[in-house]
């Protein structure tokens, strides 16, 4: 089984870079991401799949790609932090009972945006980095800080 990683670029990535350096078992990781000097360079020598970044309109397509992708790796995770490269994963992830684990960045404040409420509503879970974030997700874990 493999862990499927998914990230954008900017400040979800050290996020989800995090959560991959830390995860539990010793599974294979594989990862979806966004082409971006960043994602490109941090994720050097890693197995990438690239993807770009989807509009609300090419979403349905995105999905159903997504979900052929995950037939194919039959991954034991979801993890992801973010944008909406995160959405068809985790919307495929839910329709294999793939469990997915929703990672809430560090500078949310107050209501989260779109698709950070549904990949968390997707979630099997969801990690918050501030205490004061646990009441605002149903199935949430404290985490601290991640670096």
């Not at 979800?12 to 350096?21: E, G, M, R, S, W």
Request: charged fraction near 20%; aromatic fraction near 6%.
């Amino acid at each position: 089984m493999t862990v499927v990683f998914v990230t954008s670029s900017g400040g979800v990535l050290p996020d989800v870079l995090a959560v991959a350096n830390a995860w539990p078992t010793n599974e294979p990781h594989c990862w979806v991401a966004s082409p971006a000097a960043d994602t490109a360079s941090r994720l050097e020598d890693l197995d990438v799949h690239w993807v770009e970044e989807p509009t609300m309109r090419s979403m349905p397509g995105r999905a159903a790609a997504a979900a052929r992708h995950l037939d194919r790796l039959d991954p034991s995770w979801v993890v992801s932090a973010g944008t909406a490269i995160a959405l068809p994963y985790f919307v495929a992830a839910k329709m294999r009972r793939t469990p997915s684990l929703w990672i809430e960045t560090l500078n949310i404040h107050g209501a989260q945006g779109r698709v950070a409420r549904l990949c968390s509503t997707l979630a099997e879970s969801t990690a918050v980095q501030r205490r004061d974030r646990l009441d605002a997700h149903t199935r949430a874990f404290l985490v601290g800080e991640l670096q």
